[in-house]
């Protein structure tokens, strides 16, 4: 079961504004970019769904993580169906994120007290996934939506939580521009860790731009 809850989930994504999303077949290399991101500053850490054995891997970087990492809310992403949900649910997810919005996947997360963050485009969407009880919503990509779409849903639904993915890096300028426009939090990939730091085992760096992007968002913040 999950070692957070959906309030205490919510709370480490607010206060960090960020989370790394990450998928690698090799659970090692799992482990040093977690371990990487923790040191870093990172509360809240999005493991994907995106290759054969993925729980595999998820469910030992789960049993790790609450030894190694004990502040780390880990959650998974690119779930796109409710049984996929509630497997990962049972490994130990604390949060389910989706690149679409599927309805069957909300009662499954909210029975298990497990935050669902669907991915979606329209204020129609969104209110029908706070309806059903999502506590945050994502926007993805968010370089080809841009910043005017988020401004344009918050207007009027300011008490929306977005999550935008896609496009966004670890420079004041680009992070800037999102929090301005509204976000709650950010998501972010490859521009945190590139495939060649991943390669070279680099993870003072991993580490070194995880401290730089919470700074920032910080003073941003402020």
Known sequence: MAKFDKTAVMNKIGETGMVPVFYHKDVEVAKNVVKACYEGGVRAFEFTNRGDFAQDVFAELVKWADKECPELALG???????????????????????????????????????????????????????????????????????????????????????????????????????????????GMGSKLFPGDKVKTQDWAYVTNKCKECLDIIKEIRK
Do not use: H
């Open 76 to 186: 998974i992403g690119s779930v796109v169906d409710a049984p996929t949900a509630a497997m990962y649910i049972q490994l130990g997810a604390n949060f389910i994120v989706g690149p679409l919005f599927n309805e069957d996947i909300a009662p499954v997360c909210n029975r298990r007290c497990v935050t669902y963050c669907p991915g979606c485009l329209t204020p129609s969407e969104i209110g029908k996934a706070q309806e059903l009880g999502c506590d945050f919503t994502k926007v993805f990509p968010g370089d080809v939506v841009g910043t005017n779409l988020i401004k344009g849903l918050m207007a009027p639904m300011p008490w929306s939580k977005i999550m935008v993915t896609g496009g966004v890096a670890p420079e004041k300028e680009n992070l800037e521009k999102w929090f301005a426009a509204g976000v709650f939090c950010v």
